[in-house]
């Protein structure tokens, strides 16, 4: 996606090889027009998929979502990271390793808001070691509930989430593909460019 690759060219930062500082326009500050285009664009992949629900993660999942399922017309389930108040029953639980921040994390849904139908698309900001994605679909194979693929908006494809993702079969859409970070500069999967 041309807009969203010119974005991070010109606003995000490789802070290392690891790392993509993009909180000019996704993980701190948003921007709405952006993310209205990725909404667009995540739809338009999916409108042939009879996508029913939109499972995230949140909070940086939140406005790729909510933009996603404003364009397909379906409701998005958020799964929560912290304990909530009014979240108590039917709870569907993940455990979640991160490997960049090393820390365990459980996930959690409420089996409320899936039904045995749904058909769910998964979307997240970052795919990086595919923790995250994994913990999303552990929630829906407790459930009746399919999967019909998953959405992230950037993959770093020189960590391993997205090739084992596609080894099991899961359809994962990115709209930007990283291949290489180095301070100062990233390549896509197509190109090399300053940042
Ligand atoms: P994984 O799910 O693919 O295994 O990723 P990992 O555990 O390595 O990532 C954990 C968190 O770090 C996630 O955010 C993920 O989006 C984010 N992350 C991973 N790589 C990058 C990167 O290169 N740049 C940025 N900006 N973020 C990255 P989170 O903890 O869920 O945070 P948030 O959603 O609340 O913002």
Not at 39 to 51: H, W
Not at 144 to 166: D, P, Y
Request: with cysteine.
């Amino acid at each position: 996606m041309e807009e969203l690759k010119k974005k991070i060219i010109t606003e995000g930062k490789a802070l290392n090889e690891e790392v993509l500082k993009v909180d000019a326009f996704l993980n701190h500050q948003i921007d709405p027009v952006l993310m209205k285009q990725i909404g667009k664009e995540f739809a338009e992949q999916y409108r042939e998929s009879g996508i029913t629900k939109i499972l995230t993660l949140e909070s940086s999942g939140i406005s790729p979502s909510v933009m996603t399922g404003l364009e397909l017309g379906v409701e998005v389930l958020v799964a929560r990271k912290r304990k909530s108040l009014t979240l108590q029953e039917g709870l569907l639980s993940a455990d979640v390793y991160s490997f960049t921040k090393q820390e365990q994390s459980t996930i959690c849904i409420s089996s409320e808001y899936i039904k045995d139908s749904d058909c769910v698309l998964i979307i997240d900001d970052f795919l990086a070691n595919g923790q995250a994605v994994l913990g999303l679909m552990n929630l829906i194979e407790q459930t009746k509930a399919s999967i019909a693929g998953v959405g992230v908006v950037i993959e770093k494809q020189f960590q391993k989430g997205g090739e084992e993702l596609r080894n099991k079969g899961v359809r994962v859409d990115a709209l930007a593909k990283i291949e290489r970070l180095e301070k100062g500069k990233v390549s896509f999967t197509d190109e090399e460019v300053h940042i």
